[in-house]
């Protein structure tokens, strides 16, 4: 069936340094894609998106990076902060529905 | 705050009894979504609507779930003779046609 999973269900990183966080996708027909934080008792929130016919994208200290021949998505976090602690999920959107991975937790160590 | 809210933001109910919660999406979204989550787990899609339509259920929407959009702007989820296995963060998310999904806060459901 259709997946989207993550390789490292935690991450810990010092603050300052760059954090990069992996996702796999399943569905080769996904054209869309999305990263999402959560925070503890929030609803997630929409950090950046990618199209297939891209493979890289980059917004205000991250950067999405896209790699269907192996089917891999990541996102990386410039100058990692404590308010980027959270949980991070990758979504594959192939029409209408999102498709969520378990996500990985990103703790920032002051 | 996306503007995507939720109410309420918290139920406890007892087993065997019927809840429902309210979404208010963004005013412009055609489309509106329902998730739901459990704890550790990615939000699991429920059925969302475009417009009035509900275009899209998913397997896990059973019998006692059902979930309107009478005129396209607010939606309620309804569950019927709650499960403990209800118990979970039901999330609605809205967005112009294809594009990025916008969450709200979620409810969170707590079935005794």
């Known amino acids: 069936g259709e997946s989207v999973g993550l390789h490292l269900p935690t991450l810990s990183v010092q603050e300052g340094d760059n954090s990069i966080i992996n996702c796999a996708y399943s569905?080769?027909?996904?054209?869309?894609f999305i990263w999402y934080k959560q925070e503890s008792g929030k609803g997630p929130q929409f950090i950046i998106d990618?199209?297939?016919?891209?493979d890289k994208r980059q917004g205000q200290r991250v950067t999405v990076l896209l790699n269907k021949t192996v089917k891999h998505l990541s996102l990386q976090i410039a100058a990692t902060q404590p308010g980027d602690s959270a949980v991070y999920f990758c979504?594959?959107?192939?029409?209408?529905?999102?498709?969520f991975g378990q996500g990985t937790e990103l703790s920032v160590k002051p | 705050d996306t503007g995507v809210s939720q109410d309420p933001r918290h139920k406890i109910t007892k087993r065997g009894q019927n809840v429902t919660f309210r979404c208010d999406p963004i005013?412009?979204?055609?489309?509106l979504y329902w998730y739901r989550q459990t704890l550790g787990q990615g939000p699991e899609f429920l059925t969302y609507?475009?417009?009035?339509?509900?275009?899209?259920k998913s397997r896990l929407l059973s019998d006692r779930f059902s979930a309107e959009r009478p005129k396209g702007s607010f939606s309620t989820l309804e569950i019927q003779r709650t499960e403990q296995g209800d118990s979970a963060m039901y999330l609605c998310a809205s967005s112009s046609d294809r594009l990025e999904q916008y969450f709200g806060p979620g409810t969170r459901l707590t079935v005794t």
């Open positions: 609507f475009q417009n009035e339509a509900q275009l899209e």
């Open positions: 990618i199209r297939s016919n891209m």
């Open positions: 569905n080769s027909a996904s054209d869309y």
């Open positions: 979504a594959e959107n192939p029409g209408g529905k999102l498709i």
């Open positions: 005013s412009e979204h055609n489309r």
